[in-house]
């Protein structure tokens, strides 16, 4: 399941009809999707002369703020957005083993426990737009 359009989908910034995402496997990639998509609904606009914008190669001010603001999110999460890789439990596991009986209950730490669906949709997400709306009022 995807986690992240369900939670806009259950909870969206505005009211809108959210198409699936395009999930992309490097920031240049997701950079280049992003540009078409804000020329594309520009050129969609109508200039103050009532013609429709002409440049297929260049942003708004506006749409580049857009685009620079989406960018930098797509920077902070690049680690874990754009990595090709599984990731694995196994090391925290033997750790875990290796631990005493005592140490485990002090602890009390099972890496199996933590509902991942959760977490994403009901700490992660909106965590992460309240700190994304919080750097977009200031």
């Not at 939670?7 to 992003?34: A, E």
């Not at 998509?37 to 200039?47: F, H, Y």
């Amino acid at each position: 399941m995807d986690l992240a359009y369900q939670h806009l989908c259950d909870f969206p910034l505005t009211v809108i009809d959210l198409p699936r995402w395009k999930f992309h496997s490097s920031l240049d990639g997701f950079t280049s999707s992003v540009f078409d998509i804000i020329a594309k609904q520009e050129r969609g606009t109508k200039n103050e002369g009532g013609e429709a914008e002409k440049s297929h190669t260049t942003l708004s001010f506006r749409g580049r703020r857009i685009l620079d603001y989406f960018v930098s999110l797509a920077r902070t999460y690049e680690p874990y957005t754009f990595f090709q890789a599984r990731f694995d439990d196994t090391n925290t596991r033997s750790l875990i083993q290796e631990l005493s009986m005592e140490e485990r209950d002090m602890f009390d730490f099972d890496i199996k426990s933590i509902n991942w669906e959760h977490y994403i949709v009901n700490i992660h997400l909106p965590g992460l737009k309240r700190e994304s709306l919080k750097e977009r009022s200031n």
